[in-house]
């Protein structure tokens, strides 16, 4: 792999590939992580997607970075994993995929966990 071009791992979720990010900062993730990111997932194959996972939250201007044409990159944070994964509400493939409906339905490409309607 290209030097700077790292990825934290990658899942395949129903005939998706998903390149993983993961962010444990104190601080929200910014739109130059996404923009780094972005150029990470659209230099790969066709059916490859990201899935952004930030203990901290995203800020609005990342939010909106992250939902481009196609939406092809996931926004979780820590009401994702505290709320739903952790506590056995929903798996990881649950939450991805609802995220992903979402983002097939609106262009969002977050989702509040709050906002499920479980």
Known sequence: MAEGRQIDGAITLEGTTFLLETKFTNELIG????????????SKADNTMGLFVSISGFTDGAKSAASKQRTPMLLL???HIYNLILPGVMTLPQVVSRIKRHASQTGSSYLEALKFGL
């Open 77 to 79: 944070d820590h009401s």
């Open 31 to 42: 739109s130059p992580d996404i923009d780094t990111f972005m150029a990470k997932i659209e």
